[in-house]
């Protein structure tokens, strides 16, 4: 049974400026999406409030709903103590608009702003958040939702967003701000919390109806955690994952939901109403422990039956996967990490020991390079499609992101995997993806455990 959620044991100490218009040339002004400090009740204990950094002073920020194919105007004002930019995590976007210091843009500094104007191609459940010193600024409280309608929307009765957060509070209230930039975190599993929300809120609760139909948009916006999830009291589908619709909805059962992964589920509420004592959950695993993330206080019955199965999301325009033969796969090694045998790497362009690297805040290297190297993963040309083979010679599950472009698993016998844009490679595990890129840019291909892509584990490939 799941009992009333709370707080995770405290495993973490156990172990070029592109397309930037012109206001006038808006038939309005572009709305302001201002990142500043601001006060969180995050549901602790007697009430004890947090201080975070937020999109409008709130965390999450504010839920961003457009329809598909239509464009998305927001002018980023950054009222934060140090530089940032903003990620629009899983959109197909033109590059310019990508938000990666180093590749795309100058992170906007402290006093500065910076306009996002782009267009979402693909319906689903996305998300924003900055991508400087992420490690810090998404534990602080940076992130929101942007939603992308389909024009002929599933029919439910409420469609919800659950963006689910894992932070590590002090006592006080406070973020525990000691543990931010902590190299034993870095070199493990991440910046791991104690306490987990769900839109920002330790006992998320919401009304519902027997029988009625939920869309829910779950969303991982940890820093590090992967969130071993389950349901009771609902019974459904997964439509689609990272965004992209699945062919066929899956039936509903445990979601392992890694950093940045997304998965939008139809439920029923199949549980009973208040006379009969039944409840419905969102649990996450901690341990052997269901802590219950997500109430659903069930009323009467909205209907005599449940509905009919939904048919599948209209898929999405991203471009098909052809015939991989003759695609020779691009090897990534991933090494480094606590119980690793990485000894040496390229920072910089110096070989370094691994102690000397650890001294640096870099502890983890892709082909046994640290961090951004000069050249590129791989270059491809428009419309080539590429394969890359992920080697996990780690002791960690890494969650590898691509921007710009979503993909699809390769298994051994060539089966392909649902189209996502973030991929949980386990430990030891060689994973193949492959996709068209068709998306001219430079693109960062990364750990989106943040704290392992800022101690290395990030490269970029190149389209065009
Ligand atoms: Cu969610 Cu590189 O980003
Ligand atoms: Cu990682």
């Not at 397309?19 to 400090?37: E, I, N, S």
């Not at 796969?329 to 110096?350: D, F, N």
Request: charged share 25%; net charge negative; glycine share 10%.
């Amino acid at each position: 049974m799941p009992h009333s959620r709370r707080s995770f044991l405290r495993t973490a100490a156990a172990t070029a400026a592109g397309l930037v218009l012109p206001a006038a040339a808006f038939a309005g002004t572009p709305v302001d999406l201002v990142a500043r400090t601001g006060t969180a009740d995050l549901g602790l204990p007697d009430g004890k409030q947090t201080p975070i950094w937020g999109y409008g002073g709130r965390a999450p920020g504010p839920v961003l709903r457009v329809r598909q194919g239509e464009r998305i105007a927001r002018r980023f004002v950054n009222e934060l103590p140090q530089a940032s930019t903003i990620h629009w995590h899983g959109i197909r976007i033109a590059n310019a608009m990508d938000g990666v210091p180093e590749l795309t843009q100058d992170a906007v500094p402290a006093g500065g702003d910076f306009l996002y104007d782009f267009v979402a191609p693909d319906a689903g459940t996305y998300w924003y958040h900055p991508h400087n010193r992420t490690w810090e600024q998404l534990a602080r409280g940076l992130y929101g939702a942007l939603i992308v309608e389909e024009p002929d929307p599933p029919d439910v009765d409420r469609d919800e967003v659950l963006l689910i957060d894992d932070w590590r509070i002090a006592d006080d209230g406070t973020i525990h701000e000691p543990s931010l930039g902590a190299m034993h975190d870095w070199a493990h599993a991440g910046r791991l919390g104690n306490w987990v929300t769900v839109n920002g809120d330790g006992d998320y609760a919401l009304d519902v109806r027997r029988r009625e139909r939920l869309r829910l948009r779950l969303v991982n916006t940890a820093n590090a955690r992967i969130f071993d999830l389950g349901f009771k009291g609902l019974a459904g589908w997964v439509v689609a994952l990272d965004g992209q619709p699945l062919e066929a909805p899956l039936e509903l059962a445990d979601i392992a939901l890694g950093p940045a992964q997304r998965a939008d589920v139809i439920a029923d509420v199949t549980a009973d109403g208040p006379d009969h004592e039944g409840e419905a959950f969102l649990y996450a695993m901690a341990g052997d422990e269901r802590l219950a993330i997500a109430t659903f206080r069930v009323g009467d019955a909205i209907r005599a039956e449940r509905l009919p199965a939904p048919p599948p999301l209209r898929p999405n325009p991203v471009p098909p996967l052809g015939s991989l033969a003759g695609v020779e796969p691009v090897t990534m090694r991933m090494e480094g990490g606590a119980m690793g045998g990485m000894t040496e790497a390229l920072y910089k362009g110096r070989r370094m020991a691994i102690q000397d690297l650890v001294g640096e805040g870099k502890v983890w290297a892709f082909n046994g390079i640290v961090d951004l190297p000069d050249e590129p993963l791989f270059a491809a040309r428009p419309g080539e499609t590429v394969r890359i083979r992920m080697i996990n010679d780690t002791s960690w599950p890494h969650a590898m992101h691509t921007h710009g472009h979503h993909f699809r698993r390769v298994g051994a016998a060539g089966e392909l995997g649902p189209w996502r844009d973030t991929l949980v490679v386990e430990r030891g595990e060689t994973a193949d993806i492959a996709f068209v890129a068709d998306n001219p840019g430079k693109w960062l291909f990364h750990c989106h455990m943040v704290e392992h892509t800022a101690a290395g584990m990030a490269t970029w490939f190149v389209v065009g």
